[in-house]
């Protein structure tokens, strides 16, 4: 999530990069520059160079911590050093960056780097060690955890590393930077929050190396029993006292980093709420966490305190809450609620008693709060408190501190930021919905006409979560409210997809080099162009749509998709055959047909199996081209994909990582594409192979307490979902087709508990791959196949949940995207995604980018190897 909020940072609007700030605040530079240097921003940093002054590939480098007030000086003297040694260097180029570099929750790999140098050898390395070590010895800085600190030194570290960018290309559209290890291979320059070597390469700066620590980890007399957060500020964890044996609770903070907003560093934070808790618990014990102990321990601060026990309330919303299970009676429903407010009640007290004694808490947020074992909560971390005299620590939760609208309309009230947040926790209690009310009032109006349907809001509660919302007048909104959408549920989606396009339109910017329409993060990370994140994605929603593409925009994508083809990678969802087939809606050919041979041939086709990035969706996009034409060399190319696919028991070391599971990067996305082979070729071993690989899929799925069958994102994260990129939603999308096309008993029998999964009322993003969108797009195709019409009045309450995310902006309506913190006009996670999904639910199915044909339904009497 910090990437997301790293990407939003930029622009009030959209996703950019974090260097594209118009104002980063003071910056830094040094104070003396030799004639012949010359300083480039590149991103957050300033690399400087001189005349003639070349730089290795890879090598020693030297990164340089510092603290923020020492920031200016310490720059200086690496400066200077630099330029008379003459070797390149670059450093922080603004406060604000460094502030984001060393926040509490930015990359612990990153943490701690200021300055970085790149010393041409070993011997120059050597050198410039020394002189900085020197010249710094009165300087403290960060523990750059990525490095190695040389010698005694306190803020000056060193690691091997690659100093060029040489990358490999990764199936996902990201790069990977290399370098090349001391037996002569390229290997990837991996930078982790611990210091490591490449194969082959030995540290020179030291006379051995360091034993390993072994065993339990233990600080002072607590032993570390579960690590529970770690962050760029230090980490939380769960340890036992060994005098006593009990459970604790204990905090760390490291110095110089783990900074907010306003300057406050990790260690400051931790020895105010330390003051905090043992003034709290003198004056009101139960209030919060009995201190029991702060020490140093080498550099670093820790706190101890007790551990109370629980589940973090997040957690058990996720348990416990109607919302986001199938079908609750309405005892539980009722019962719930009443555990809602004996959450609240107790959370009322806890900050009563705060506020009596002239405190604020500051952060109240699900993160924040443990549910214990008798079904009261407690707040457990304070280190955002402060004096109701005082300003607000500015270190809230997003959706849960109070907006500058807020604020402003409440200058008075100091205890805005605890009000707003009890606020914001009830409504997370009734639904995961936060963002979006931000926008405008009518979007809780519709959220509540939605938990109607399930989980109906007691209008006690209904009124502490939107206590800080205006109420929304009669025909004041640009939305409709829920009564137009009881009325006239058809015509609403269909006037709200029509100001979408319109939105979309509007967002096009042919003449910016970096993108057309405004991409989510992952586009920055990835390309600008693809169909998940970039203008493929949203030509293709706006044609599906029926809007004419206007001829820049068109003209635009057949450039860039020429331009990029070699820098792409091959897949469906971020690379060549996703534009190919694009490319190939719009009656460009032969382009297509270009774009996909050069994704046949590239090597990660090879090395990957997946829908999304590998071989079975560029199978799918030559079928989708045979389709179209009725090409039989298309034919031809899509069956030696199928072909060229591992069979069903080595098939994991080409789908996802961890075992991936889904549509996207697991068993069924191939699956999917096998369905589709063995209709247009009549040969049953691919409906055969496909059917085996979702049965293997099945045998991951997750049984939930209400009878429900979900995924997770793979073996390792065991976090289940309901979504369409990886969860219920993309999983159904397969089953659905398997359903019909053959009498798998497995397959039927589980298709009806997938799709109670995707019964949700809400989520947290309204995107097509992981939110609410793919959830009514499912739906949609559910009803498709059953012709019942129960099924196709539930699809289309469900696709008329998706107007609560809906922000209306002049003529048209756009979308938060990822994260919900800006808006994105992209497939994957914006408005492209969610205008796909109304057309869907409006219009019936149709050439879609990763189904392809229409579903048949239970009643069809088709063949596997029927024509379309």
């Known amino acids: 999530m910090f990437d997301a909020m790293a990407e939003a940072l930029a622009d009030e609007q959209y996703y950019a990069p974090l260097g594209t700030m118009a104002d980063p605040g003071p910056r830094f530079a040094p104070s003396r520059v030799p004639e012949g240097w010359r300083g480039v921003d590149r991103d957050i940093w300033t690399l400087w160079r001189g005349s003639r002054v070349g730089q290795a590939e890879q090598g020693w480098k030297i990164h340089v911590s510092t603290r923020l007030e020492r920031a200016q000086d310490v720059l200086d003297v690496v400066a200077d050093t630099c330029f008379s040694e003459r070797v390149p260097f670059k450093h922080v180029a603004a406060r604000f960056f460094f502030l984001f570099l060393h926040h509490k929750h930015a990359t612990r790999a990153q943490s701690g780097k200021f300055c970085a140098v790149y010393p041409p050898d070993t011997d120059t390395a050597a050198r410039l060690l020394t002189l900085l070590d020197d010249a710094l010895r009165d300087e403290e800085g960060t523990y750059v955890l990525s490095d190695r600190r040389y010698r005694n030194s306190r803020n000056v570290h060193y ?22 290890d001391g037996t002569g291979q390229d290997v990837t320059d991996v930078r982790l929050p611990f210091f490591t070597l490449p194969d082959g390469i030995t540290d020179p700066f030291v006379a051995e190396e360091p034993a390993q620590h072994q065993g339990s980890i ?13 962050s760029n500020a230090g980490g939380a964890y769960q340890a036992r006292d060994t005098r006593t044996g009990r459970l604790v609770f204990v905090k760390e903070a490291r110095p110089h980093n783990g900074y907010t907003w306003d300057g406050v560093d990790a260690k400051r934070r931790l020895r105010q709420e330390y003051d905090t808790l043992t003034a709290l618990h003198r004056a009101a014990p139960g209030v919060c966490p009995r201190p029991l102990e702060l020490f140093t321990e080498w550099e670093h601060d820790f706190l101890v305190m007790e551990h109370v026990d629980g589940v973090p309330l997040t957690r058990w919303i996720n348990g416990a809450s109607p919302v986001l299970q199938a079908d609750r009676p309405r005892p539980d429903v009722d019962r719930y609620h009443a555990d809602c407010r004996r959450v609240l009640a107790s959370l009322d007290s806890a900050l009563g008693q705060l506020h009596a ?14 549910v214990t074992p008798t079904g009261e909560a407690r707040l457990i971390d304070f280190e955002s408190v402060t004096p109701v005299g005082d300003p607000p620590a500015r270190m809230g939760t997003a959706g849960f501190a109070p907006p500058p609208d ?41 959220l509540r006409r939605d938990l109607a349907a399930t989980a109906s809001a007691p209008d006690d509660l209904w009124q502490r979560a939107g206590a800080f919302h205006l109420p929304v007048k009669r025909g004041s909104s640009a939305l409709p409210g829920p009564e137009q959408v009881d009325a006239d549920p058809l015509g ?42 970039g203008t493929a994605g949203v030509v293709h929603a706006l044609h599906r749509a029926g809007v004419p593409i206007p001829d820049d925009v068109d003209r635009r994508l057949r450039r860039d998709a020429a331009t990029a083809a070699q820098a792409l990678p091959p897949g469906l969802a971020v690379g060549t055959a996703g534009v190919a087939l694009v490319l190939a809606q719009r009656g460009h050919l032969d382009e297509a047909v270009d774009l996909l041979r050069a994704a046949d041939g590239h090597p990660l086709t090879d090395a990957t199996s997946t829908l999304a990035d590998g071989q079975a969706g560029v199978g799918l996009t030559w079928l989708a081209l045979y389709r179209r034409t009725g090409d039989a060399r298309h034919l031809e190319r899509a069956v030696a994909a199928g072909d060229a696919l591992p069979r069903s028991g080595d098939l994991g070391p080409v789908l996802g990582a961890h075992d991936a599971r889904g549509l996207f990067h697991g068993r069924s996305g191939v699956a999917l594409f096998l369905h589709h082979l063995a209709r247009d070729t009549g040969e049953e071993r691919y409906l055969r192979a496909g059917l085996s690989l979702l049965h293997e899929e099945l045998d991951r799925a997750v049984e939930l307490p209400d009878g429900s069958l979900s995924f997770s994102d793979n073996g390792v994260n065991r976090r289940v979902m309901p979504y369409l990129a990886a969860g219920s939603a993309g999983v159904g999308t397969v089953l659905l087709r398997y359903a019909a096309g053959t009498a798998d008993e497995r397959c039927a029998a589980a298709l009806p508990r997938v799709v109670a999964d995707c019964r949700k009322v809400s989520a947290i993003h309204a995107g097509l791959h992981g939110g ?14 059953t012709r019942e019409d129960a099924d196709r009045r539930e699809a289309v309450r469900i696709a008329t949940g998706l107007l609560k995310y809906a922000v209306p902006h002049r ?6 995207g990822v994260g919900s913190l800006r808006f994105s006009a992209d497939l994957a996670s914006g408005s492209a995604g969610v205008l796909l999904t109304l057309r869907r639910v409006l219009h019936g199915p149709g050439d879609d980018w990763f189904t392809l044909d229409p579903v048949r339904s239970v009643n069809s009497h088709e063949s596997a190897g029927s024509q379309p």
Request: hydrophobic letters at 45%; charged letters at 20%.
């Open 811 to 816: 003529d048209g309506v756009r979308w938060l």
């Open 406 to 446: 807020v604020t402003a309309a409440h200058p008075a009230e100091p205890l805005l930021t605890d009000r707003y947040g009890m606020a914001a926790l009830t409504l997370a209690l009734l639904a995961p919905f936060h963002n979006a009310p931000r926008m405008t009032a009518a979007n809780l109006a519709l």
């Open 772 to 785: 609410f969108a793919g959830l009514a797009y499912f739906l949609a195709e559910y009803a498709d196949f």
């Open 218 to 230: 233990r600080i002072r007399d607590y032993e570390i029993v579960k690590v529970l957060q770690p």
């Open 159 to 180: 690691r091997y590393g690659a100093f060029s960018r040489r990358t490999r290309l990764l199936p996902d559209g990201s790069s990977e930077p290399l370098l090349t």
């Open 357 to 370: 004694l002239g405190l604020r808490f500051g952060d109240v947020s699900p993160g924040n709060v443990i």
């Open 492 to 533: 609403c989606l269909a006037r709200i997809a029509d100001r979408t396009a319109t939105a979309l339109l509007g967002m096009a910017e042919t003449g910016r080099p970096e993108w057309v329409f405004p991409p989510p993060p992952l586009g920055l990370h990835t390309n600008t162009v693809c169909l998940a994140y």
